[in-house]
């Protein structure tokens, strides 16, 4: 069965510092992936998608991904980060339906 | 353009009662989605409509739950008897086309409160 997991359940990082936040997944084919951002008390937005071709991609705000098949993997990558960015972060991949991971809190410190 | 439109935001109802929520989708989108998302969890898909016909509501408790498309436009999601195990938000979103290839636009979500 298709899955997504994000290992980091929160991180925080310094304002102007870079962020990785990882996501593996597990899907038979060649799988669409997705990562969305939540601000509080809105809903989801896409940062940026993933179908084929070249594995990195980029995305809205400064973000971009990277997709690594022998890894299983789609790690959300930005490498200065705002304060507007603390959000939770969700992974998600295609399989029949759009199943997303249990996010990733970002904190940002000043 | 105007966004996913969801009412209400916010409900809080004593268990066993019932509630609705009511959303909108984007003009022009023929896929709605209906996610529940628990405190600390990803969405989960409840329910998916394509114009008004249902795709996928494998996951959709159907002894409480009930959503209808009529007319393919807006839809209503019904939750009778309520647990408290069903506090949660309730996302709508809405496509252009079937899911494989498109992108999700998200409503701001119903908040609700089961005590």
């Known amino acids: 069965a298709q899955s997504v997991t994000q290992p980091d359940i929160h991180i925080t990082v310094s304002e102007g510092a870079s962020l990785e936040l990882r996501c593996n997944y597990s899907y038979g084919a060649t799988p669409y992936l997705f990562w969305y951002v939540q601000s509080p008390g809105q809903g989801l937005q896409l940062l940026l998608k993933?179908?084929?071709?070249?594995?990195l991609v980029q995305g809205i705000k400064g973000f971009e991904a990277e997709f690594k098949r022998s890894q299983s993997s789609f790690n959300l990558r930005k490498p200065s980060v705002h304060w507007s960015d603390a959000a939770e972060y969700f992974c998600a991949v295609v399989g029949g339906k759009l199943i997303f991971g249990q996010g990733t809190e970002l904190s940002v410190k000043p | 353009e105007a966004g996913v439109a969801q009412s209400p935001r916010y409900k809080i109802i004593e268990k066993r009662q019932s509630v609705a929520f009511w959303c909108n989708p984007i003009?022009?989108?023929?896929?709605l989605y209906w996610y529940q998302q628990i405190l600390g969890q990803g969405p989960k898909l409840l329910i998916q409509?394509?114009?008004?016909?249902?795709?996928?509501d494998s996951q959709l408790p159907k002894d409480r739950f009930s959503a209808e498309r009529l007319k393919g436009v807006d839809s209503t999601l019904k939750i009778q008897p309520a647990k408290l195990e069903d506090s949660a938000v309730y996302l709508c979103?809405?496509?252009?086309?079937?899911?494989?290839?498109?992108?999700?636009?998200f409503g701001e979500g119903s908040r609700l409160t089961v005590l």
């Open positions: 003009s022009g989108h023929a896929t």
């Open positions: 409509f394509q114009n008004n016909g249902v795709v996928d």
């Open positions: 993933y179908f084929s071709g070249d594995t």
């Open positions: 979103a809405s496509s252009f086309r079937l899911l494989s290839t498109g992108e999700l636009f």
